[in-house]
């Protein structure tokens, strides 16, 4: 299993491959997980795929807030996608072996969609407060130009603040364990495997977390404070709930996004106890969101919910 590779490149590593040994602690059975977890993928897809048919087909959904919530479907199916074929044929056909650059690989890119999403809620929540405070100034603020300008933006912001994530992670030494107690190639994981010292990549998984994930939290908190602030001076309480309703789908996204990422930190420290909990919180993070977002913002949002109607009953009609 273990082998020296001889290209120079790559001679820091004394292991060919990591084993992917799914969930911790319940090998035996874990296949069982797979059905939940495939329909799990398969709501995701759809769902987001049916969201991206109808912004796309009604005329009254071209507006920045639907387009935010389509770049946000894009970044959700991407998500689900980097990890769940890979855990599916691990629980299926025991497709445990994942070669160094690959693993590198998914580690990049679930940190690049990861720190996406929380990107795109803030762009979201910038949107609704733009919307609520300044009506007047909307159409001149958030135009088709500034969707695309901060989307670009959160696009070159995550992908180069994340490669040095895998890039410090292969600059450790693996030299003799290389089966990793998880569904996927998370950082501390992988790390967690290596002979020499690993706190450079602690420190700038911290790092990453306080800066992006921490300052997108911030800002989607004080959006949502000014948000209230200017719904309170509003004389007519039927406006102040219509101005809240707007966001209440946002919020429980963004609640549920951000409660699981810190239950998973905190879980993380138990991880010798219970090594099962922060591994399966990583991988339900991961594919319920993709799953939850669509189908929170259909049935919460008028228009979508118009236009899911529309676009199902031109399929009954055209069956």
Not at 167 to 181: D, F, G, K, M
Not at 202 to 209: D, E, H, K
Request: aromatic share 10%.
């Amino acid at each position: 299993m273990f082998q020296d590779l001889t290209h120079s490149n790559i001679s820091k590593f004394q292991v060919s491959e990591f084993i992917l040994m799914g969930f911790p602690g319940i090998h035996t059975w874990q296949h069982w997980l797979s059905l939940p977890l495939a329909l799990l993928y398969l709501l995701a897809l759809t769902a987001n795929i049916l969201i991206l048919i109808i912004i796309n087909q009604e005329a009254t959904l071209h507006q920045p807030m639907y387009h935010f919530l389509g770049i946000l479907a894009v970044v959700d199916m991407g998500l689900a996608t980097t990890i769940m074929p890979k855990i599916l044929a691990i629980l299926w056909f025991s497709a445990k072996a994942i070669s160094l650059p690959e693993c590198f690989a998914q580690m990049y890119v679930i940190h690049c969609f990861v720190v996406m999403e929380s990107g795109i809620f803030v762009c979201m929540a910038i949107d609704r407060y733009v919307a609520i405070c300044k009506p007047l100034r909307y159409p001149a603020i958030v135009t088709d130009s500034f969707v695309v300008k901060v989307t670009v933006f959160m696009a070159l912001r995550n992908s180069l603040a994340t490669i040095p994530v895998p890039v410090l992670a292969a600059q450790r030494h693996y030299c003799s364990q290389n089966q990793i107690e998880h569904c996927l190639c998370s950082n501390l994981g992988v790390t967690s495997l290596s002979c020499d010292d690993r706190t450079i990549n602690s420190i700038y998984q911290l790092f990453l977390a306080w800066t992006l994930m921490g300052s997108d939290l911030a800002l989607i908190f004080l959006s949502y404070v000014l948000i209230l602030h200017s719904v309170l001076k509003l004389n007519s309480a039927e406006a102040a709930s219509k101005a809240l309703s707007t966001c209440t789908s946002h919020l429980i996204l963004i609640l549920f996004f951000y409660t699981v990422i810190v239950v998973i930190s905190i879980t993380h420290n138990a991880a010798i106890t219970l090594p099962l909990v922060p591994v399966l919180l990583n991988v339900l993070h991961n594919v319920i969101p993709p799953a939850l977002n669509p189908i929170v913002y259909a049935l919460k949002n008028k228009e979508l919910r118009h236009g899911l109607y529309k676009a199902l009953k031109l399929n009954i009609k055209s069956s």
